[in-house]
C-alpha cells in the first residue's frame, strides 16, 4: 500500500490516502483537515484565499472529522505508526477559535492518543490561529517546521504559505495548495506535486485532508498558486502528477487503456489491495503529459 514518491528515499505516499509516511521513523503526515469549516460555512464565514467561498451561509454535513478519522485508522491498522505531523492547517477559521474546531481537535488528539500515537506535532499553517492553548493542554507540539533526516536526505514539512530558502534541503513538503487534477470527464481527484527545483532535490505538495477542499486545479503557471516558494519554480511543465483513484470495474477500465495503449513510459500505474478496497496510484511524468492523457 506504500507507493515510494521519490527513488531510493523512504518517503512514501500511502495509497488511498492523502497521507505520506516515512518508514524509518514510523512518521505518518497530513495536511489541511481545515476543521469546523462546517460551522464556519453555516455562519457565513469565508475565509477564501482565492476569492469568495461557495460553501458560505450554507449547511453542510458534519464529514470532515468523520472521513479523517476513517483513513487515519485504514493507515494505522496497516502501518507501524508512532508519530503524527499535520503539516498546517488543522483548523480554519482565521479570526476566532469556532467551538467545533476546539471540539473536533481535542477528539482527533484523543483518538490518536489512544490508537498508540506517540508524538504528535502540529506545524503552523496561515489558518492556526487561536489553537496554541489548546494544544498546550493535550500536549501536542505546535511549530513552525518539522525536519527530519531519511535516506541520508534532509526534509522540512512547512505549510508553504510562507518563504524560505530551500537550500539547506533536499526535500521540502508544503501544503497549503489543495492541488486536485482535472481528469476523466472533468472528475478533480486529489493529487501530490512531485517539483524538481536544482538536481536531485525536490518540492512535494500534498493533497488536502478536508474534503471540503479539492482546492487548486493543477496548472503550469505559477502566479496561480499561493505559496511563494512554488512562485518562484523556473518551470512547472517538469512537475511530475500523483493520484489515486479506488477501484470500480468503471474506474478499472479507463486506467487500463493507459496501459494497452503502450503509455507505461509516460504514466506509470502501480495496483494496490488492502483489505477490501484496491487502489490504482498513478504518476504523470509532468503536466503536459498529464493534461494530454486526461483528455482521453
Same mark, same amino acid.
Given at each position: 500500500?506504500?507507493?515510494?514518491? !521519490? ?9 488511498g490516502t492523502p497521507f505520506i509516511y516515512i518508514s524509518d521513523s514510523k ?13 464556519? =460555512? %453555516? ?13 458560505? =451561509? ?8 468523520? #472521513? ?38 481535542? +477528539? ?44 541520508? #536526505? ?10 524560505? %530558502? ?7 513538503? !508544503? ?7 482535472? /481528469?476523466?470527464? =472533468?472528475?478533480?481527484?486529489? /493529487? ?56 470500480? +470495474? ?34 504523470? #511524468? ?7 492523457? /486526461?483528455?482521453?
Amino acid at each position: 500500500m506504500l507507493r515510494q514518491i !521519490i527513488p531510493h528515499v523512504n518517503l512514501y505516499i500511502v495509497s488511498g490516502t492523502p497521507f505520506i509516511y516515512i518508514s524509518d521513523s514510523k512518521t505518518l503526515i497530513l495536511s489541511d483537515l481545515h476543521l469546523g469549516f462546517e460551522e464556519a =460555512a %453555516s455562519r457565513g464565514l469565508s475565509y477564501s484565499l482565492r476569492g469568495v467561498s461557495g460553501y458560505t =451561509a450554507v449547511f453542510l454535513p458534519r464529514i470532515q472529522l468523520r #472521513k479523517t478519522l476513517s483513513m487515519l485508522s485504514f493507515a494505522l491498522k496497516e502501518l507501524n505508526i508512532s508519530r503524527v505531523v499535520i503539516n498546517g492547517d488543522l483548523k480554519h477559521a482565521f479570526d476566532r477559535l469556532l467551538r467545533q474546531e476546539r471540539e473536533e481537535i481535542i +477528539e482527533l488528539v484523543k483518538f490518536l492518543r489512544s490508537s498508540g500515537v506517540e508524538d504528535i506535532i502540529v506545524v503552523r499553517g496561515n489558518h492556526d490561529n487561536f489553537i496554541k492553548p489548546v494544544l498546550r493542554k493535550l500536549n501536542v507540539e505546535f511549530v513552525i517546521g518539522f525536519s527530519t533526516v531519511t535516506s541520508n #536526505k534532509k526534509i522540512l514539512f512547512v505549510h508553504g504559505h510562507e518563504d524560505l %530558502s530551500l537550500d539547506e534541503y533536499d526535500i521540502v513538503v !508544503i501544503g497549503h495548495e489543495h492541488p486536485a487534477l482535472k /481528469c476523466f470527464e =472533468a472528475y478533480k481527484f486529489p /493529487c501530490f506535486l512531485k517539483i524538481p527545483f536544482s538536481e536531485n532535490r525536490y518540492l512535494v505538495v500534498m493533497p488536502a485532508t478536508g474534503p471540503y477542499h479539492p482546492g487548486i486545479t493543477v496548472t503550469p503557471n505559477p502566479d496561480d498558486y499561493l505559496s511563494p516558494l512554488i512562485k518562484r519554480v523556473n518551470n512547472l511543465y517538469l512537475m511530475s502528477i500523483i493520484t489515486w483513484i479506488e477501484l470500480s +470495474e468503471a474506474s478499472a477500465s479507463g486506467i487500463t487503456q493507459f496501459e494497452s495503449q503502450n503509455f507505461t513510459d509516460l504514466v506509470r500505474i502501480d495496483w494496490f489491495k488492502a483489505k477490501d478496497r484496491e487502489y490504482a496510484v498513478l504518476e504523470f #511524468k509532468n503536466y503536459e503529459v498529464a493534461h494530454a492523457l /486526461c483528455m482521453i
